[in-house]
């Protein structure tokens, strides 16, 4: 089963007046870096591979560390004397919300598209975030940069707890999962420890987002200057580090002492350690303290977590400065466009490769799906420019079942 990268535009700001169009055109990029993961040919360091490669594993953590990042954006287009009050009323379009997130992704993945459908696992992301979102911003970034570590931590040490210490993480729900209680418990462990996007790992992203997002202002040049500079550094920090631990401090070969007695069949490939991650989405296996020191694609550990981040925060700055200016603007603009319906994007995506594009892997493919998505967005847009349909199709919908305005 292929890779899927990121669940599209869930996190996507809620009003006209938040929406800034360089955060709009990351989140556009990440969609084009989905592509390239899910019909692109293989990751291979090499010409115009490299460019698969910097996809491989952070657009998933991209659309995570975005969705953190809107939901701040939103709240603050919001007029704090016109919130909600009462439980009911501050919960139930979140709930609803979610909830049409979960059964998107749980259709989707039943249709088996050939992708680790991400949607279920975003509505479980929403949910969690609702608290958070009422802390300071000093405490806010205390718990972001505590879950960098924590969250990987407590993977690696329940992972044994529930059988999973080698192997047999990585899958998603299902429909047919939620037929019976062992299936019920099966998605929830999914969602939160075992899956291919699970809360323990990734949730330190959208706290992440929400941070930065407290934290920084992309509206002011200088404040988006600093956020290139300090997600290069976060960046070459999370990555360099695990470069350090692994080719110099000897946690490479250790590695590979323990994949011999726990992964004996790995042993034969080229990269035994890659080929071991490969079937460990979203976290990594709890066999040996070295794990934690890596930081390829999916491994989810701190250091992979630190320098994904980095990268996001790096391209939310170099973007947001880009778009400050005319032909600046006017460059990023498909990719904006592709960024308001990346929802609407992924969710067609996932369609097609249900169907006529199963199996598809190749540059051809990643380019008639690129080009597709830029066209018809840009389309769509000038034709519903009028209208709140200008959002997405998808996006149109969600946004009216959370506000009870859909009749059957």
Same mark, same amino acid.
């Given at each position: 089963m292929r890779r899927v990268t990121g669940g599209g535009g869930t996190g996507s700001p809620a009003?006209?007046?938040?929406?800034?169009?360089?955060? @709009?055109?990351?989140?556009?990029?990440?969609?084009?870096?989905?592509?390239?993961?899910?019909?692109?040919p293989g990751p291979?360091?090499?010409?115009?591979?490299?460019?698969?490669?910097?996809? @491989?594993?952070?657009?998933?953590?991209?659309?995570?560390? #975005?969705?953190?990042?809107?939901?701040?954006?939103?709240?603050?287009?919001?007029d704090p004397a016109r919130q909600p009050e009462g439980w009911a009323r501050?919960?139930?379009?979140? *709930?609803?919300?979610?909830?049409?997130?979960?059964?998107?992704? *749980?259709?989707?993945?039943?249709?088996?598209? +050939?992708?680790?459908?991400?949607?279920?696992?975003?509505?479980?992301y929403f949910l969690a975030a609702e608290p958070f979102t009422r802390l300071s911003t000093p405490v806010l970034t205390a718990v972001a940069g505590v879950s960098v570590v924590a969250g990987p931590l407590l993977s690696f040490l329940l992972g044994p707890v529930f059988g999973y210490e080698a192997s047999g993480r990585g899958l998603v729900p299902e429909a047919a999962d939620l037929t019976s209680w062992p299936g019920l418990g099966a998605v929830l462990l999914e969602l939160l420890l075992?899956?291919?996007?699970?809360?323990?790992?990734?949730?330190?992203?959208?706290?992440?987002?929400m941070a930065l997002a407290r934290l920084c202002d992309v509206r002011v040049g200088t404040v988006a200057l600093r956020m290139a500079v300090w997600g290069t550094a976060a960046a070459l920090a999370g990555y360099g580090?695990?470069?350090?631990?692994?080719?110099?401090? +000897?946690?490479?070969?250790?590695? *590979?002492?323990?994949?011999?007695?726990?992964?004996?069949?790995?042993m034969a490939a080229a990269d035994p350690v890659r080929e071991v991650l490969q079937?460990?989405?979203?976290?990594?296996?709890?066999?040996?303290? @070295?794990?934690? *020191?890596v930081a390829d694609p999916y491994s989810q550990t701190p250091l992979e977590t630190l320098g994904n981040a980095g990268v996001g925060c790096a391209l939310i700055g170099l973007c947001a400065l880009a778009a400050r200016h005319g032909v600046g603007a006017r460059?990023?603009?498909?990719?904006? #466009?592709?960024?308001?319906?990346?929802?609407?994007?992924?969710?067609?995506?996932?369609?097609?490769?249900a169907g006529p594009a199963h199996g598809a892997a190749s540059w051809s493919a990643w380019i008639a799906f690129s080009s597709a998505a830029l066209a018809l967005t840009w389309g769509w847009q000038r034709i519903w420019a009028d209208s709140p349909l200008r959002r997405g199709p998808v996006e149109h919908v969600l946004r009216l079942a959370a506000q009870g305005r859909i009749r059957a």
């Amino acid at each position: 089963m292929r890779r899927v990268t990121g669940g599209g535009g869930t996190g996507s700001p809620a009003g006209g007046s938040v929406r800034l169009a360089g955060v @709009d055109a990351v989140r556009g990029l990440a969609v084009l870096g989905m592509f390239a993961v899910h019909v692109g040919p293989g990751p291979e360091p090499e010409g115009a591979g490299y460019l698969l490669v910097a996809a @491989d594993g952070r657009a998933p953590a991209l659309f995570t560390l #975005l969705a953190g990042f809107s939901l701040v954006l939103a709240q603050r287009g919001q007029d704090p004397a016109r919130q909600p009050e009462g439980w009911a009323r501050r919960w139930r379009p979140l *709930l609803i919300r979610c909830a049409v997130l979960a059964v998107l992704g *749980l259709g989707l993945a039943s249709l088996w598209p +050939g992708i680790l459908v991400i949607l279920a696992f975003f509505a479980v992301y929403f949910l969690a975030a609702e608290p958070f979102t009422r802390l300071s911003t000093p405490v806010l970034t205390a718990v972001a940069g505590v879950s960098v570590v924590a969250g990987p931590l407590l993977s690696f040490l329940l992972g044994p707890v529930f059988g999973y210490e080698a192997s047999g993480r990585g899958l998603v729900p299902e429909a047919a999962d939620l037929t019976s209680w062992p299936g019920l418990g099966a998605v929830l462990l999914e969602l939160l420890l075992t899956g291919a996007y699970p809360l323990a790992t990734y949730f330190p992203y959208v706290l992440a987002g929400m941070a930065l997002a407290r934290l920084c202002d992309v509206r002011v040049g200088t404040v988006a200057l600093r956020m290139a500079v300090w997600g290069t550094a976060a960046a070459l920090a999370g990555y360099g580090s695990a470069w350090l631990a692994s080719h110099v401090f +000897g946690a490479r070969q250790r590695l *590979l002492e323990s994949i011999a007695v726990h992964h004996p069949q790995a042993m034969a490939a080229a990269d035994p350690v890659r080929e071991v991650l490969q079937g460990q989405y979203g976290a990594v296996p709890s066999t040996s303290w @070295d794990w934690l *020191l890596v930081a390829d694609p999916y491994s989810q550990t701190p250091l992979e977590t630190l320098g994904n981040a980095g990268v996001g925060c790096a391209l939310i700055g170099l973007c947001a400065l880009a778009a400050r200016h005319g032909v600046g603007a006017r460059l990023l603009r498909p990719l904006t #466009l592709l960024g308001a319906m990346a929802l609407s994007a992924y969710v067609v995506h996932a369609l097609v490769l249900a169907g006529p594009a199963h199996g598809a892997a190749s540059w051809s493919a990643w380019i008639a799906f690129s080009s597709a998505a830029l066209a018809l967005t840009w389309g769509w847009q000038r034709i519903w420019a009028d209208s709140p349909l200008r959002r997405g199709p998808v996006e149109h919908v969600l946004r009216l079942a959370a506000q009870g305005r859909i009749r059957a």
